[in-house]
């Protein structure tokens, strides 16, 4: 992969069947709306994360629509869009069929040993990266045992060892080091995440329409869903309009020692929360649109309460925070607006029990974009004020 390599056309394909893992993992949230399912999600958009980006490291590496490396692109796809078909009964095993724990786990396995071995075959020239390979792999079997494991139980037990499992292959990637993993084109591998996170925003503006699919147009439905869809385009603004261009300008000025480091922790480490605030933002989206649009069940003064509180809430607050990590680790530098911003909209978390469902969408979405629009302010200043500094410099 060239320097100024960009994104090919089939890893676009590939992400589509992580689109449909993302709805996958909200439907079933909802279906399931406990402080239990609400975990349980969290830890397959983990599994879920873990397996895509290990794909983006490999296609910053070569061409992913080319010779050998498009076949395992097609096959990666197969694993994962049985798994994410089998999502649902990822921790409870529907009657009949396929036991769903264990598909689950061997199309991780699939899928994880496919990127390895592609890996290894495409890393030929390099034996720095076999090195890490090999550094690697004991992460990758490891949580891939456990996750089997886990399978063999049930209930809570089950729960823990998904933790344990992830655990370990995590971790076991933080502590085997960065030294041996190549980034060969900063411009490709930070479009690649920002991508993704395009796609996770795409998934909370499905789920504003899937909340009230079936229920008639009404003016509390518009003024939530024109809400909604300004708090993502929020979020939209946050990343694309300052985090994303200072990543990569970041990863792409680093030295080469420092490169693969970096693009680990801000990228696959921290992009997680920042996905998984997302698609927690999604299902709290769809509750708040059940509940403003669904008369029968519920009136306008009803608040949202639990677990689609907590969701609404928490996916801002953790999607904010992530975002100022991801700055904070790219620039060195801490950037108070999305801090704020996040601990000013985690009070709702408990006052949105006492306020109607469309009043705590309005204040999270006021108090969102009001911290773009100053940050957006605050920067423009600086840039006129740099203008004008510079224009004095010259006429001296």
């Given at each position: 992969m060239p320097e100024t390599g960009s994104v090919t056309p089939l890893e676009l394909f590939f992400d589509l069947v992580f689109v449909f893992a993302l709805t996958q993992v909200t439907a079933t949230m909802a279906a399931h709306l406990s402080g239990t399912g609400l975990i349980r999600g969290l830890l397959v958009v983990a599994l879920l994360w873990w397996s895509w980006t290990g794909y983006a490291w490999l296609a910053n590496l070569v061409r992913a629509d080319r010779g050998i490396a498009r076949i395992g692109m097609f096959a990666a796809m197969a694993a994962m869009f049985v798994l994410a078909l089998t999502i649902p009964e990822a921790f409870d095993d529907a009657p009949g069929g396929l036991?769903?724990?264990?598909?689950?786990?061997?199309?991780?396995?699939?899928?994880?040993?496919?990127?390895?071995?592609?890996?290894?075959?495409?890393?030929?020239?390099?034996?720095?990266?076999?090195?890490?390979?090999?550094?690697?792999?004991?992460?990758?079997?490891?949580?891939?045992?456990?996750?089997?494991?886990?399978?063999?139980?049930?209930?809570?037990?089950?729960?823990?060892?998904?933790?344990?499992?992830?655990?370990?292959?995590?971790?076991?990637?933080?502590?085997?080091?960065?030294?041996?993993?190549?980034?060969?084109?900063?411009?490709?591998?930070?479009?690649?995440?920002?991508?993704?996170?395009?796609?996770?925003?795409g998934e909370s503006i499905v789920a504003i329409g899937v909340g009230v699919a079936r229920l008639p147009i009404s003016w509390p439905i518009v003024v939530a869903s024109v809400l909604g869809l300004a708090l993502a385009g929020g979020l939209w603004w946050t990343y694309f309009g300052v985090s994303a261009a200072a990543g990569e300008h970041a990863l792409g000025t680093a030295a080469e020692h420092r490169r693969a480091g970096l693009a680990r922790d801000a990228y696959s480490f921290l992009h997680l929360p920042l996905v998984a605030g997302i698609v927690l933002l999604a299902l709290g989206l769809k509750k708040a649109l059940e509940y403003v649009g669904d008369e029968q069940a519920h009136s306008l003064s009803d608040p949202l309460k639990g677990v689609a509180l907590a969701a609404l809430v928490g996916g801002v607050v953790v999607h904010l925070l992530a975002q100022a990590a991801f700055r904070w680790r790219t620039t060195g530098k801490l950037d108070p607006a999305l801090p704020a911003a996040a601990l000013l909209v985690a009070p709702l978390a408990w006052l949105g029990a006492e306020l109607p469902a469309l009043a705590t969408l309005a204040a999270v979405t006021v108090v969102t974009v009001a911290a773009v629009a100053y940050e957006a302010g605050r920067r423009r200043g600086n840039q006129w004020s740099g203008a004008a500094e510079g224009g004095y410099r010259s006429a001296d």
């Open positions: 036991s769903g724990p264990i598909v689950v786990a061997v199309c991780y396995f699939v899928f994880r040993a496919l990127h390895l071995l592609l890996f290894y075959v495409l890393s030929w020239d390099d034996p720095g990266l076999r090195r890490q390979l090999v550094r690697f792999t004991p992460a990758m079997l490891g949580g891939t045992a456990l996750l089997l494991a886990a399978a063999a139980t049930d209930g809570t037990t089950r729960t823990w060892l998904w933790v344990a499992a992830l655990t370990v292959d995590y971790a076991g990637t933080y502590f085997g080091g960065a030294r041996g993993w190549r980034v060969r084109s900063a411009g490709h591998f930070a479009e690649r995440h920002g991508l993704i996170v395009i796609i996770a925003l």
